[in-house]
C-alpha cells in the first residue's frame, strides 16, 4: 500500500481507499453512503492505520471493520467476546455474499481443521475469534502462516479494569501489535468515559492510534426511570401497554430474580426466558439462540446477556434493579433501537435498590481503591436517577460530550417535567433523627426505623427501644411513607446521607452538618403519585402509552399490509435457513420495499440495505410477495392518546415542629 496516496494494492482494490470502500459499501451492503464518521475511519484503517473508535451501539461499529476487511488484501480476523453470537455474525455476512468463518470452543477437530484450511488458502474475507484463543501459541502460529489484513478488537472497554465488562484475556491482545507491526489495528466499543478511554489505549499498545469519537446520542431511545412500587406489575404493565409482542431485554441483579420475573411475565401472557451464569451453557445458547431467531421474545437476564447482541428489533430494554454505573445503564440500553426505530429505556428504581448497591459495594472483594471507585460509580447514577434536568443532557455530559440542547423532548423528565420543591427543613428533620439516635442512644438504624420515628408509629420496634420518647418522634406526620423514603433515597444521592454496614444502616456525612448549620438549602423533586390503577399513565409512569402492534407510525397506511406481507415471507426464508430473520432482511428495509412498491429488479436493487448478492438471492420472492399482495386501505390502529401530566393531591398543613439546635423552626412548605 501506498501511506501517501493510500492506493490500496489487495484484492481488486485499483483505486484510491474511500473510492474502493464506497464500491464494496453498495455492491455488499447495499448503502449508497456512509453515515457520521464512517468514511473517516474505513480510510483510515484500509491506509494502515490504527483506529481506537467510540461509537454508540447501532452506529455502524461493524462496517468501520468489515470494509477495510474486504477492501485490504488478506482476512480480517476479529476478536470477540461472545462466542455464543459468532455463528449470528458469520450467517449475516454469508447472506452478504462474505467469505466468513469462526475458530471455537463449540467446533469439533474438523471444523477447526476445515475453518484453518480456508484461512492459510485466503478463503476467507473475515474471521472471528475469542480473545481467549489469542493466549493460545497455536492460534499465533497460524496466523502468522497466513495472511492478516486487519485485526479488529470489538467491546473493547473489556480492557479496562474499571470497565463494567472487564475481561482478562483482553490483556493479552498487545502481542497482535508486537508480532504483526504492519497489520493495522481497530479498537471498537459502544461505551468508555476519558478514564476508559485512555485504558483501552494503552493496555492494547496503541500509542499511534487516531481516536475517532461519534456522539453518545441515542435520539430514539427514550429514557424512563419510574419510583419502583410492585416492579413485577410494573413491569408487566409496561411490557403490555406499550411493547405488546415486541423483542426486548430485562435486566436484572440476581439470578433468583430472573427466574422469578421471567416465570411471572409467561404466566400472564408475555414469552420470556431466563438467562444467567448459573444455567448450564446449552440452556443459555438455547435461550440466546430463540431470542435471536423468534420475534417478540423477552429475555430476561443478568448483565451476563448481551454483549455483542446484533439483534436490530430489540424495542425496549428494561431495569427492575439499578446498574452499578453509568456506563453499565448506557450499554445495556443500547441494546434497544438498533434499527434506529423508536425504542424505550425503561427502570425501576427505589431506596432499596440504593441501600443494597451500597452493601455490595462495602462487602464485596477489592481494595479500598476499587470501593471508592465503584461508589464514584454509583453516585453518577444515582444522580442520573434523581436529576430533575435532561436525562439524555446528562448522559452526554457523564461521557463529556455537550448536549446539542439543553432538553431532548425525548425523555420522561422532558416529556413530564418533575416538580421540585424545598426540602431543607425535612431534610433537617431526618438527619437530625439520625443524629438523636446516635448521640442519645447510641444506636444507628436503617430508613424503615427512622421513617417509622418521624411519622410516629409505635410499632413494637419504636417501643422495644423506647424511640417514641425521643425529641423527633412524630415530627414528620406531613409526609407519607413513600414520600420520606423518597427524602431518603434523595440524600443518598446528594451525598447527604451514607449506608453503612451489613445492615444498611443510616449515618451522616461531612456534608450533612451543612444542611443541619442552615449553610445549605435542599431541593428536592416531588414524588409522583402511587399508581392506583393499570392505566398507562400510573402503572408504567407515563410516555407513549398503548401502541398496537400494527406496522410503524412512518408507513403510509396503504403500505402496512404489503409489509406484514414481506414479514410474514421473511419469517418463513429465516425458518427455512435456519437463521434469525434480521439476516433476510431489517425492518427498515422491508418498510422501504412497501412504500416504494418496486415492479422490477432494477428497481427493488435501488432499496436501501440491497446488497447485490440478496438482490440475486431473494429478489425475484420479494417481487412475488409485491405482485400478490396489492396496498389495502387496512386502517392502522389509532394509538392510545398520551396520558395527561400526572399531579398529587395536596395534603393537609402538618401541625408545626421545631428543633433549635438544628434549625427547622418553621413551617414546612406544603408538599403534594
Not at 484453518?116 to 502468522?144: C, H, M, N, V
Not at 467491546?155 to 493495522?184: I, T
Not at 418533575?418 to 431534610?427: K, N, Y
Amino acid at each position: 500500500m501506498d501511506e501517501t496516496t493510500g492506493t490500496v494494492t489487495g484484492t481488486g482494490a485499483d483505486t484510491g481507499g474511500e473510492s474502493e470502500a464506497r464500491r464494496t459499501l453498495h455492491r455488499v451492503f447495499g448503502y449508497e453512503s456512509f453515515r457520521g464518521e464512517q468514511g473517516a475511519i474505513i480510510e483510515h484503517v484500509v491506509a494502515g492505520g490504527d483506529a481506537v473508535v467510540l461509537m454508540p451501539t447501532g452506529g455502524g461499529k461493524s462496517l468501520c471493520y468489515q470494509i477495510p476487511s474486504l477492501v485490504r488484501r488478506g482476512t480480517g480476523v476479529v476478536v470477540s467476546p461472545l462466542i455464543a453470537l459468532m455463528q449470528d455474525q458469520v450467517d449475516a455476512l454469508r447472506a452478504l455474499g462474505v467469505r466468513a468463518g469462526f475458530m471455537n470452543s463449540t467446533q469439533d477437530f474438523d471444523e477447526r481443521r476445515s475453518m484453518e484450511a480456508q484461512f492459510l488458502a485466503g478463503e476467507l474475507d473475515i474471521l472471528y475469534l475469542a480473545p481467549e484463543r489469542l493466549r493460545l501459541d497455536s492460534t499465533l502460529s497460524l496466523l502468522a502462516r497466513g495472511e492478516v489484513s486487519v485485526f479488529a478488537i470489538d467491546e473493547a472497554h473489556c480492557v479496562a479494569q474499571w470497565g463494567h465488562d472487564f475481561r482478562p484475556d483482553y490483556l493479552a491482545l498487545s502481542v497482535l501489535g508486537e508480532r504483526w507491526p504492519d497489520v493495522p489495528r481497530i479498537a471498537l466499543t459502544a461505551t468508555a468515559t476519558n478514564t476508559t478511554h485512555e485504558e483501552i489505549t494503552r493496555r492494547l499498545g496503541m500509542p499511534d492510534a487516531k481516536h475517532f469519537v461519534a456522539s453518545f446520542d441515542r435520539p430514539n431511545i427514550q429514557y424512563r426511570i419510574v419510583p419502583k412500587t410492585e416492579p413485577k406489575k410494573q413491569l408487566l404493565s409496561f411490557l403490555k401497554e406499550e411493547h405488546a409482542g415486541d423483542a426486548g431485554i430485562v435486566y436484572c441483579l440476581s439470578r433468583n430474580s430472573t427466574e422469578k420475573i421471567a416465570e411471572y411475565l409467561s404466566r400472564n401472557g408475555v414469552e420470556a426466558v431466563p438467562y444467567h451464569a448459573g444455567l448450564d451453557a446449552s440452556t443459555r445458547a438455547a435461550h440466546q439462540a430463540r431470542f435471536l431467531r423468534v420475534e417478540g421474545l423477552v429475555v430476561v437476564a443478568t448483565i451476563a446477556f448481551g454483549m455483542g447482541i446484533d439483534k436490530p428489533d430489540v424495542r425496549f430494554v428494561a431495569h427492575v434493579d439499578l446498574p452499578k454505573s453509568v456506563e453499565g445503564y448506557y450499554q445495556e440500553t443500547g441494546r434497544a433501537g438498533r434499527d434506529g426505530e423508536p425504542s424505550t429505556a425503561w427502570m425501576a428504581y427505589g431506596l432499596q435498590d440504593v441501600v443494597q448497591q451500597r452493601k455490595l459495594i462495602q462487602g464485596g472483594e477489592g481494595d479500598e481503591a476499587f470501593r471508592r471507585r465503584a461508589a464514584s460509580h454509583l453516585d453518577s447514577m444515582l444522580a442520573l436517577c434523581e436529576t430533575v434536568q435532561c436525562r439524555r443532557a446528562q448522559l452526554l455530559t457523564y461521557f463529556g460530550q455537550e448536549p446539542t440542547a439543553p432538553a431532548c423532548g425525548n425523555c420522561d423528565t422532558c416529556l413530564t417535567p418533575p416538580e421540585t420543591w424545598d426540602g431543607t427543613i425535612v431534610a433537617q428533620k431526618l438527619l437530625s433523627t439520625v443524629v438523636r439516635l446516635k448521640r442519645e442512644r447510641n444506636q444507628k438504624f436503617g430508613a424503615g426505623q427512622i421513617i417509622d420515628i418521624l411519622l410516629g408509629r409505635k410499632t413494637a420496634k419504636v417501643i422495644q427501644f423506647d424511640h417514641d420518647q425521643l425529641s423527633v418522634f412524630g415530627i414528620g406526620e406531613e409526609l407519607a411513607e413513600a414520600e420520606w423514603r423518597g427524602v431518603v433515597r434523595q440524600l443518598l444521592a446528594q451525598g447527604l446521607l451514607a449506608v453503612e454496614g451489613e445492615y444498611g444502616t443510616l449515618v451522616l456525612t461531612d456534608e450533612s452538618a451543612t444542611v443541619l448549620g442552615r449553610e445549605r438549602d435542599v431541593l428536592l423533586r416531588k414524588e409522583p403519585k402511587r399508581p392506583t390503577s393499570r392505566s398507562s399513565s400510573s402503572s408504567s409512569g407515563g410516555g407513549r402509552g398503548a401502541k398496537a402492534k400494527a406496522a410503524p407510525a412512518d408507513l403510509p397506511e396503504s403500505a402496512v399490509p404489503v409489509f406484514e406481507a414481506l414479514r410474514a415471507w421473511r419469517g418463513a426464508q429465516a425458518k427455512e435457513q435456519g437463521v434469525p430473520a434480521y439476516v433476510i432482511f431489517h425492518d427498515a428495509t422491508l418498510r422501504e420495499i412497501a412504500t416504494v412498491h418496486p415492479t422490477t429488479i432494477g428497481e427493488l436493487g435501488g432499496i436501501s440495505g440491497l446488497g447485490e448478492k440478496k438482490l440475486a438471492t431473494y429478489g425475484e420472492g420479494v417481487l412475488e410477495v409485491l405482485a400478490e399482495t396489492s396496498p389495502g386501505a387496512a386502517p392502522e390502529a389509532p394509538a392510545a392518546p398520551s396520558p395527561a401530566p400526572r399531579t398529587a393531591p395536596a395534603r393537609a398543613a402538618a401541625p408545626q415542629h421545631s428543633d433549635p439546635e438544628f434549625g427547622w423552626d418553621e413551617e414546612p412548605p406544603e408538599y403534594e
